[in-house]
């Protein structure tokens, strides 16, 4: 009898047959992440922006994790649902992120200030080098889902940039608008 390993349906990103972990963020939990705060505030608090589930594996040196983050499609003012992004704890731990569904861009900011935005859509992947920082925003109507694999000493650091990425994404007359700010 062979061993049944834990699937991933690459349509939905649905994560089965493993020992899973979930964590859920809400618009409650995203202060300040927005550039509208007050547009935050108006909104109903326990709606979930992103849903994060990933597969409960060893997070010892040299072995990796693997999750799927599931961001549902929306706006905070016009700025569209992302997640809160961070730096590695471990600076020189890098990521895969494969898109599964819907479209998106992944932003990538180096510890220089440096930002990019890369494409996300089903089959795209993205090398995330050490030392850069990621944030997935969801620019379509519909999920956006994608899986990663990262080390799992990589832990996260949300503090150094609690003020905020380089570029935010917003909705301008019904296009995907990025501008750079100043903070951040
Ligand atoms: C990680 C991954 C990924 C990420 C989620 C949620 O390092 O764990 O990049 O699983 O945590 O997409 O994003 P935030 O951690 O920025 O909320
Ligand atoms: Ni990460």
């Known amino acids: ?10 349509a939905s990103g649905a994560l089965a047959d ?3 972990l979930r964590k859920s963020t809400r618009i409650q939990d ?5 550039a509208d705060e007050n547009a935050r505030q108006q909104l109903a608090g326990e709606q979930v922006v992103y849903d994060v589930e990933m597969l409960d594996t060893s997070p010892a040196d040299g072995e990796l994790y693997t999750g799927v983050t599931h961001l549902y499609p929306g706006r905070v003012g016009c700025e569209y649902f992302m997640t809160r992004g961070h730096f590695h ?3 020189e731990q890098g990521e ?4 599964l569904r819907g479209t998106g861009l992944l932003l990538l900011q180096t510890e220089q200030g440096d930002a990019r935005l890369e494409k996300v859509f089903a089959g795209s992947v993205h090398i995330i080098p050490g030392f850069t920082a990621h944030r997935l925003i969801n ?8 899986l990663a694999v990262w080390p799992g000493i990589a832990g996260h650091d949300y503090a150094a940039l609690a003020r905020g990425f380089r570029i935010r994404v917003f909705e301008e007359n019904k296009r ?5 700010v100043q903070n951040g």
């Not at 995203?30 to 927005?34: A, D, M, N």
């Not at 620019?139 to 994608?146: D, F, I």
């Not at 995907?176 to 750079?180: N, S």
């Open 30 to 34: 995203l202060t300040h992440v927005f």
């Open 96 to 99: 895969v992120y494969f898109g």
């Open 176 to 180: 995907v608008q990025a501008k750079e």
């Open 89 to 91: 704890a471990r600076r």
């Open 18 to 20: 493993g020992p899973l």
């Open 1 to 10: 009898s062979f061993i049944q390993p834990p699937q991933v349906a690459w």
């Open 139 to 146: 620019t379509g109507e519909e999920v956006l889902s994608a």
